[in-house]
């Protein structure tokens, strides 16, 4: 590879703190520079590999910009038709309860086309993951608005900014399941600042831990940013998202295991 | 007292220069290159080398997994 380096004195595999984990495989990531989801598949694999979940894990991948999940993380994945993967995965779960089992959808696809899939599995507590990556937008088809998109939003669709006398609005649907007595632990984080990814990270890990025990959903929703279709660097697509996104979408817990039926202690990254 | 160094390799064919890293590194080690790479992207680079603490915010927030980080007590 051709690289950079710091100091080279202490570049010495016991000073290691941080590299690229061996679940992620070497291909290039297809996405746009700053994007949220490259940030996403990485703490995931990386979870996935200290947990030492690689033979246990399925993961679905759904339509959207992370369409090619599969092509990143070294596991065993399927590929479900646009807002279906819950529905797949209900299947996957219930034919292998053993495993480890997640879809990984973006907002169009998991809050517009599979708005019924996600309700629904949630409602019937199935046992896996669902990870949600909501940047407001549909990216991958260019930008038009999505359920999510927050008010005042422009997107290309709402090119003045979503008006929610004429588009309705913004739909939480992570606040949604939440409510639902199938979901056992509900979070929304997000991975624009080093804090935000170690939290998020923690977040995910307990979700991944927690869909072992097979006692309901678990849906973790990423904010995220998508600065190609918000017509931003990806420097300010953070900032603008940090300021407008994260006070309709507040980060944090939305529904935690109650004392006695969490066996699994809180852990540290 | 120790004090505690850390030294950054970014791999620059995978860079997109998206700045991230520049701008969540606390101690301004990391700046962008004048020069492009492969994809005709500026990439990130250890600019001030010795500013380094180690901390690994560059890389834990770097969407691309480009840089690795290493740490040490001098
Ligand atoms: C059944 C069906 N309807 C519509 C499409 C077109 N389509 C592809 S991706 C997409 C939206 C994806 O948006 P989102 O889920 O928010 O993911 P992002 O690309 O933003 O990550 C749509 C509508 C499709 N592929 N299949
Ligand atoms: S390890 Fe920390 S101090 Fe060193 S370049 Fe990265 S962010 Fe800056
Ligand atoms: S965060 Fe990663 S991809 Fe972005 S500029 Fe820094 S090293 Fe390059």
Not at chain 1, 206 to 216: H, I, M
Not at chain 2, 37 to 49: M, Q, R, S, V
Request: charged letters at 20%.
């Amino acid at each position: 590879m051709t690289e950079v380096t710091g100091i080279k004195d202490y570049i010495k595999p016991e000073n290691l703190v941080y590299s690229k984990t061996r679940l992620m495989t070497d291909n290039i990531l297809h996405y746009c520079p700053g994007c949220g989801h490259s940030t996403a598949h990485r703490i995931l694999a990386e979870i996935i590999d200290e947990e030492g979940l690689q033979q246990d894990a399925i993961g679905v991948s759904p339509v959207g910009c992370s369409v090619f999940l599969y092509n990143y993380l070294d596991i065993d994945w399927q590929e479900a038709a646009h807002g279906r993967a819950p529905a797949l995965a209900t299947a996957i779960k219930r034919l292998n309860p053993g495993k480890v089992v997640f879809t990984y959808q973006g907002d169009g696809d998991l809050a517009a086309i599979g708005t019924s899939e996600t309700i629904h599995s949630c409602n019937r507590g199935e046992n896996f993951l669902i990870i949600f990556i909501n940047n407001g937008i549909y990216g991958m088809t260019g930008g038009q608005m999505a359920p999510t998109t927050i008010p005042g939003m422009k997107s290309s669709t709402s090119p003045y900014g979503r008006d929610t006398g004429q588009m309705g609005y913004p739909l939480k649907i992570t606040d949604i399941v939440a409510t639902l007595p199938g979901t056992y632990y509900v979070s929304r984080q997000s991975v624009h600042t080093a804090l935000n990814v170690r939290r998020a990270k923690r977040a995910l890990r307990k979700a991944v831990q927690y869909q072992s025990l097979n006692r309901g959903t678990c849906f973790v929703e990423i904010v995220s940013n998508c600065p190609a279709g918000w017509k931003m660097t990806p420097v300010e697509a953070n900032r603008w998202m940090e300021e407008n996104m994260l006070p309709y979408y507040p980060l944090g817990d939305l529904k935690v295991p109650s004392a006695e039926t969490s066996v699994i202690p809180d852990n540290k990254e | 007292m120790a004090k505690i160094r850390g030294s950054i390799v970014v791999d620059i064919e995978r860079c997109k220069g998206c700045e991230i890293c520049m701008v969540s590194c606390p101690t301004g080690t990391i700046k962008m290159s004048g020069q492009v790479n492969g994809k005709g992207y500026f990439y990130a680079l250890p600019a001030n080398p010795e500013l380094c603490i180690g901390c690994a915010n560059c890389a834990v927030v770097c969407p691309d997994g480009v840089i690795t980080v290493y740490k040490t007590k001098i």
